[in-house]
DNA sequence: GTGTTATCAGTAATAATTACTAAAATTAAT
DNA sequence: ATTAATTTTAGTAATTATTACTGATAACAC
């Protein structure tokens, strides 16, 4: 556990927000002015590995992270981008009622809510 | 309706699979050779504007077109990409379990299924 | 047909992510 | 503690999907 790791593990575990990769950078870089965006990818993507942290590929044309590991759900704002835990409980059984209705291996599944965030929700929509 | 967007629109609908604009570009390429790929994107998003297709924004880095307009589940090969419809009945209550649970405005949700294809099941797990 | 508007091909620009590399830091072995 | 082996880093370059721009062409309205 090097000093960059430890720090973006931290920095991450402080917000509860679900950060892009580029905006840990910005978090970090306070406290590591010399760290590069590579390195946060790097450790970012082997805290995840590591189960400390959970990669998201939601929609939209970025990868987030979220400092809670277990699986839960997320809506997304459509047009900000803003993620928040969609708090529903996880659908234990939904696998099975695929099982045997599909050629491929079930592996897992993700279910993720779209809308609009109440900022978003306000302003006369212009789209 | 120029000539270019029929085209796109009817080799969409010649295929099962869930291609992205790069593949639909090779598939149209074969009866214009001299259509842009800029033309591709730009026509598959208008014809899922007027709800001919769908676009589809899932899982890994790039987005995926289908001849089906209507709202289904999809089951993606966490290998090679490939995407199957996944047949399971649409979760119509799901959002309305989230309704005054949330801060957003709730529009919709997308349930995606995590998996192994059949070609990608049998090979030796190297990952 | 003539004029108006939309679309096209070709190309350049963005933006997120990944790959590469020599130097620095960490770890393991003496 | 010193040395040697391994991993990680900063910095930079490359990749990839997608979008933006532009002058030329095609579709449409009268
Ligand atoms: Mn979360
Ligand atoms: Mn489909
Ligand atoms: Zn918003
Ligand atoms: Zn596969």
Known sequence: MTQQRQIILEELRQVNSHPSADEVYEMVRKRLPRISLGTVYRNLEILSELGEIQ?????????????????????????????????????????????????????????????????????????
Chains 1, 2 share one sequence.
């Open 55 to 127: 990669k998201l590929e939601l929609g939209g044309d970025l990868k987030r992270f979220d400092r809670n590991p277990i699986k839960h759900y997320h809506i997304r704002c459509m047009r900000c981008g803003r993620v928040d835990d969609a708090p529903i409980a996880p659908l234990n059984q939904i696998e099975n009622e695929l099982y045997g209705a599909t050629v491929y291996t079930i592996i897992g599944h993700r279910l993720e809510f779209e809308g609009l965030c109440p900022q978003c929700s306000k302003t006369p929509g212009k789209s």
